[in-house]
């Protein structure tokens, strides 16, 4: 592993020409125990498709999925730990090498342990043995050029760009008292406590009947 390391480059530019050269240096590995790799495969550091709520780090989406028949694999960008995004990169890998609908069931499984990944499949991570050979490898790679993004402060420092959206002006519902009427409306609390109940444009005072939260 350490030759082919050499071989894919020792500096990098790129989060993705970091990635493709790590997944070069994995290759003889996967194929060692029974599992090649496929040759089309994209590599970012990004988001992935569940948000920064979710303790998903990695996603490999399958070639099925893709218009021109290529992994897409994904590490969340709010980790630079070059020996972590590596063993997160092995996790997405096994997903490569196993049927798109395997999740972490049978197929994934047998092909994890014989890998050296540990643990529950849903967070599998490298064991001993293949943190090793990781370790290896990150040195080989040099500098992952990425920093930490602070996800939880957001782009504008104002919070995650997926933060609960701010409470709607709580209104009140009023409708006519002429049952055969339907004329309702939306009002604030405030114009009820200074002004009364609204009037229908036929029948006169409206009831207030139901408190409720919405949006405008």
């Given amino acids: 592993m350490k030759d082919e390391g050499r071989k894919a480059g020792n500096r990098h530019d790129t989060r ?58 994904f590490i969340r960008a709010d980790l630079d730990d070059p ?6 990169l092995v996790h997405q890998l096994v997903h490569a090498v196993v049927p798109m609908d395997a999740g972490h069931g049978k197929q994934f499984r047998e092909a994890a342990l014989k890998l050296g990944m540990d643990g529950k499949m849903r967070e599998a ?31 504008d420092g104002k919070g995650p760009v997926d933060r609960p959206k701010k409470q709607g002006t709580r209104l009140l519902k009023a409708e006519c008292n002429d049952q055969e009427c339907g004329y309702t409306v939306r009002i604030t609390s405030k114009w009820v406590d200074e002004l009364g109940a609204p009037l229908c ?16």
Avoid at 19 to 27: F, K, M, N, P
Avoid at 36 to 61: A, Y
Avoid at 83 to 88: H, K, N, P, R, S
């Fill in 83 to 88: 020996a972590a995004v590596l063993g997160i």
């Fill in 16 to 73: 993705e020409s970091w990635l493709r050269s790590a997944t070069v240096g994995l290759r003889d590995h996967f194929e060692s125990c029974g599992y090649p790799l496929p040759e089309k495969m994209r590599f970012s550091i990004g988001f992935t498709s569940s948000g920064r709520k979710t303790k998903r780090v990695g996603e490999l989406w399958h070639a099925d999925a893709s218009a021109d028949e290529t992994f897409e694999l």
């Fill in 125 to 155: 991570a490298p064991g001993p043995l293949l943190q090793a050979l990781l370790n290896q490898l990150a040195d080989n790679l040099g500098p992952l050029p990425h920093a930490k993004l602070a996800i939880d402060k957001g782009r």
């Fill in 201 to 216: 444009p036929r029948h006169g005072t409206m009831r207030i009947v139901i408190k409720e939260t919405e949006g405008l």
